[in-house]
């Protein structure tokens, strides 16, 4: 059973919206994070969250339009994507890195994507 599983991806018209959903296999406490592979880009991270005190960061690219929720009960965070654009379009991936500290570290779980297009 992968650690991390991705759903929500789907073709999309600009200006749409969509909610990514992330669900963990178990419980636990650290960074969940969100990221995005561009179509001939590399992987880049859009957003995480701790889970110890709900501290979230948002990429500039994508600030303002997505929001993060996070469900302890289901270890499960959910990417709400607003006013996409066809540069949102790509490979989103969730990804987790249990323990104290900065959530910009390398993630140790991975799941393994969900696809995002988004038309003009």
């Known amino acids: 059973q992968d650690p991390l599983a991705e759903s929500g991806g789907d073709t999309v018209q600009a200006g749409g919206s969509l909610t990514l959903s992330c669900a963990a296999s178990?419980?636990?406490?650290?960074?969940m994070a969100w990221f995005r592979r561009a179509p001939e880009k590399t992987r880049r991270k859009i957003a995480h969250?701790?889970?110890?005190?709900?501290?979230?960061w948002y990429a500039d690219s994508v600030r303002g339009r997505f929001t993060m929720s996070y469900d302890r009960a289901k270890n499960a965070l959910d990417l709400q994507m607003n006013g996409l654009k066809s540069e949102d379009s790509g490979m989103y991936y969730c990804?987790?890195?249990?323990?104290?500290?900065?959530?910009?570290?390398?993630?140790?779980?991975w799941g393994q994507g969900t696809q995002v297009t988004v038309s003009a």
């Open positions: 969250w701790y889970t110890y005190d709900g501290t979230t």
């Open positions: 178990s419980g636990f406490d650290g960074c």
């Open positions: 990804a987790a890195d249990s323990g104290f500290g900065s959530c910009f570290r390398d993630y140790t779980s």
